[in-house]
């Protein structure tokens, strides 16, 4: 069974850093590419990263372009998400979700909140 | 960038009966090199987050009950659900794959039971 585990989401003032933390488990983490796509309160989803499998290859969407940056460490098993110069309108649910190229999105986490006030 | 646009915003159905949810992309999301269509379906459930399927469209995501079906091509699809269950109330999402990124969500679509 395939786990996805986020953490490090909580409160923080705007302009603060903070870094997400995706715990993967029961697949070959390394063999997928892996998003992080964002639901502000109330409203639909957003998508705002992705990285390849192997980590040569990263997209913004251009609401997180030049402050947020996604890595992985496959040693690990871990997928990160260190967002800088945070906003009010970066408030919102951080779900990690692994990305299939037939199927889309097909493994999701929990979610983190991370509110910025 | 390809936006999605569903229909409609919300939708209320009685119990047995089909729900329709359209969602239409500003460009084709067919893959001319294996003529599939990169369209996924998200089921997302009030405190849950989303579930897959459907993807490439019309392909059930394994354990999603028959009654959930997709179809479409191009820059038009629809999620059907043949005889709505109490349990299928959720937000829908339609979302594209096709392009590099950003791989772009619908707005959702709210169905409730009438």
């Known amino acids: 069974q395939v786990q996805l585990v986020e953490s490090g989401g909580g409160v923080v003032q705007p302009g603060r850093s903070l870094r997400l933390s995706c715990a993967a488990s029961?697949?070959?983490?390394?063999?997928?590419?892996m998003h992080w796509v964002r639901q502000a309160p109330g409203k639909g989803l957003e998508w705002v990263a992705i990285?390849?499998?192997?980590?040569?290859?990263?997209y913004y969407s251009e609401s997180v372009k030049g402050r947020f940056t996604i890595s992985r460490d496959n040693s690990k098993n871990t997928l990160y998400l260190q967002m800088n110069s945070l906003r009010s309108e970066d408030t919102a649910v951080y779900y990690c979700t692994r990305g299939s190229p037939i199927r889309g999105m097909d493994v999701w986490g929990q979610g983190t909140t991370v509110i910025v006030s | 960038d390809i936006v999605m646009t569903q229909s409609p915003d919300s939708l209320a159905v009685s119990l047995g009966e089909r729900a329709t949810i359209n969602c239409k992309s500003s460009q084709s999301l067919l893959y001319n090199s294996n003529t599939e269509n990169y369209l996924a379906w998200y089921q997302q459930k009030r405190g849950q987050p989303p579930k897959l399927l459907i993807y490439?469209?019309?392909i059930r995501e394994s354990g999603v009950p028959d009654r959930f079906s997709g179809s479409g091509s191009g820059t038009n699809f629809t999620l059907t659900i043949s005889s709505l269950q109490a349990e299928d109330v959720a937000v829908y999402y339609c979302q594209q794959y096709v392009s590099p990124p950003p791989y772009t969500f619908g707005q959702g679509t709210k169905l409730e039971i009438k």
């Open positions: 990285i390849w499998y192997d980590g040569e290859n990263k």
């Open positions: 029961g697949s070959t983490f390394s063999n997928y590419g």
């Open positions: 490439w469209a019309s």
